[in-house]
C-alpha cells in the first residue's frame, strides 16, 4: 500500500516557476514508477512526466520546461515546472505503478492532487 500527498501548487504569472512534491509512504518507494500527471477542467487527464527506475519521459508540451526527479532515501518525487503557460493550469496528481510510463493504467496509487494556475 502506498499513499501519495502531493504539495507546492499555486498561483503563478506566466514565465513564473514552481516546485511539486510529492511524499510517498511506504518501504517500497524506490520500486515504484512515479509519474506526474495533471487534468484541467473540462479535459482529460494527461501524462506530465514520469521517472522509473532508468529513464524519465516527458510529454512533448512540457519538454524542456519541466523537470521530474527523485529521492527515494526521502521517498519523495518533484516535479520543477519553469517558464509555465497559462495552458499548463490543472490539478495536477502524483502517481505510483509499474509497467509503461506513460499510461494512467499503470498507476495502481495516486495522490489528491494540487492546483496549479498560471495567470496570463
Known amino acids: 500500500q502506498v499513499q501519495l500527498v502531493e504539495s507546492g501548487g499555486g498561483l503563478v504569472q506566466a514565465g513564473g516557476s514552481l516546485r511539486l512534491s510529492c511524499a510517498a509512504s511506504?518501504?517500497?518507494?524506490?520500486?515504484?514508477?512515479m509519474g506526474w500527471f495533471r487534468q484541467a477542467p473540462g479535459k482529460e487527464r494527461e501524462f506530465v512526466a514520469a521517472?522509473?527506475?532508468?529513464?524519465?519521459y516527458y510529454a512533448d508540451s512540457v519538454k524542456g520546461r519541466f523537470t521530474i526527479s527523485r529521492d527515494n532515501a526521502k521517498n519523495t518525487v518533484y516535479l520543477q515546472m519553469n517558464s509555465l503557460k497559462p495552458e499548463d493550469t490543472a490539478v495536477y496528481y502524483c502517481?505510483?505503478?509499474?509497467?509503461?510510463?506513460?499510461?494512467?493504467?499503470?498507476?495502481?496509487?495516486w495522490g489528491q492532487g494540487t492546483q496549479v494556475t498560471v495567470s496570463s
Open positions: 521517472h522509473t527506475w532508468t529513464t524519465l
Open positions: 511506504g518501504r517500497t518507494f524506490s520500486s515504484y514508477t
Open positions: 502517481a505510483a505503478g509499474s509497467g509503461a510510463a506513460l499510461s494512467p493504467r499503470s498507476y495502481g496509487y
